[in-house]
């Protein structure tokens, strides 16, 4: 049994779920491709039989068709305008079930996004507390050098105290990055373009699983 969270198993298996609903929605769109395809095809069958219609007086005329012809030709033309009457009823039907499948996937994907948000909360606690247990001392003298260093004035008038600690803690923050990621680029990337992080969070707990 691995130590991924109840959070972390609840977002592994909506993902799953999406990805069912994903491939479920491209199926349904190479169907949809397919009938519409169909639809137009039917629609330049009958295009070209009602040419022929049209010009049926002058065959008829010209002996070049017969009454049997003519008959068959306006059997055709009903039939080829009933299957063309089908044909978009279950186009209309299918897109109307595409958009279904694309909605549903919609809703999902964005409960997924919340699943990841729970998850990286628990991701984060663990990897606090493993940090904290090894080194605890040295976390603890860091942020004491961080508030000598950079903390001078004092007394601090009420606002003044939540403004210096919002920058002791971003300093620390700020060291802290630098001091873990060998390219201080790579951080910074993490902050200012979040999605990056929320993804590397999702292998990381894939990778646990």
């Known amino acids: 049994m691995n130590s991924s969270s109840i959070a972390e198993q609840a977002f592994l298996a909506k993902k799953t779920e999406l990805q069912a609903a994903q491939a479920d929605e491209a199926n349904k769109r190479r169907e949809v491709a397919t009938l519409r395809q169909r639809q137009h095809d039917l629609e330049a069958e009958l295009a070209a039989l009602n040419q022929r219609l049209a ?124 001091a873990v990621f060998a390219d201080e680029t790579e951080a910074w990337l993490f902050m200012v373009e979040p999605s990056r992080a929320r993804i590397a969070i999702e292998e990381i707990i894939e990778q646990a699983a």
Do not use: W
């Open 55 to 178: 010009q049926a007086s002058n065959a008829l005329a010209n002996g070049d068709m017969t009454s049997a012809d003519y008959i068959a030709l306006k059997r055709s033309i009903a039939d080829k305008e009933l299957e063309c009457e089908a044909a978009s009823a279950v186009f209309e039907a299918q897109n109307n079930a595409l958009q279904m499948l694309v909605d549903h996937a919609r809703i999902l994907a964005g409960r997924l996004g919340r699943h990841l948000t729970d998850a990286a909360a628990g991701v984060k606690q663990r990897a606090l507390a493993a940090g904290v247990a090894t080194g605890e001392a040295h976390l603890k003298l860091f942020a004491l050098a961080v508030a000598a260093q950079h903390l001078e004035r004092h007394p601090y008038t009420g606002q003044e105290k939540s403004e210096q600690a919002q920058l002791a803690y971003r300093i620390i923050g700020e060291e802290l990055c630098k």
